[in-house]
């Protein structure tokens, strides 16, 4: 029963949804990433559609952010990438050298072993088994970036907790996936984010 719960499930006796992420798929690996990022709730943070996208204050942090992750993480390019009026979608391209160590900075992920709280032994463990090369380091720190400067424009904003990716396998899924960030303002009342 794909409903039931087990102790297994379970991490501070709190139950966990499963990983989303592809089992055995090394996520520093060089490949092509469809990431699709939701506002808490599906919340209107970014903007409007009128008929083309239009940003709010937060929409253009969110923009802003997505744009200068290269700044962090060297071995990044953007493909395709559009703000909505509660996502974002966008490609991320992991290109690092074949020969080359990338090191990144950590970009305020502690690494000290004196936490005293749960919260900060929960970012100390993650700190240490995640690679700071991988996919979901670059968006945890892209949504922690929006966050802290979205909330000096309202208190409330909130990413939901995780992020959908999709791994490009090949040209023409590229080429249909960049299709469509770019026509998704264009058929925003088709989207499944869609909600009045």
């Known amino acids: 029963d794909i409903f039931r719960f087990t102790m297994s499930d379970k991490f501070l006796n709190k139950y966990r949804i499963p990983s989303a992420r592809m089992q055995n798929w090394d996520y520093g690996s060089n490949a092509m990433y469809f990431v699709t990022i939701c506002t808490a709730n599906r919340e209107y943070y970014f903007g409007e559609i009128q008929p083309q996208m239009e940003l709010s204050e937060i929409g253009e942090i969110a923009n802003r952010f997505w744009n200068e992750i290269p700044n962090h993480f060297p071995f990044v390019k953007l493909g395709e990438f559009v703000v909505m009026p509660n996502h974002v979608h966008g490609i991320i391209i992991i290109d690092k050298p074949l020969n080359a160590t990338v090191k990144t900075p950590k970009l305020g992920v502690s690494t000290t072993t004196t936490a005293t709280n749960i919260n900060r ?10 690679n700071p090369e991988t996919l979901g380091v670059i968006i945890n720190q892209y949504k922690r970036m929006v966050t802290i400067n979205a909330r000096k424009i309202n208190a409330i904003f909130k990413w939901q907790s995780r992020f959908h990716d999709h791994i490009i396998r090949d040209n023409a899924e590229h080429q249909r996936i960049s299709g469509y960030i770019t026509n998704n303002p264009a058929n925003w009342k088709d989207d499944k984010f869609f909600a009045l």
């Open 121 to 130: 032994q929960r970012t100390i463990n993650a700190s240490e088994k995640w």
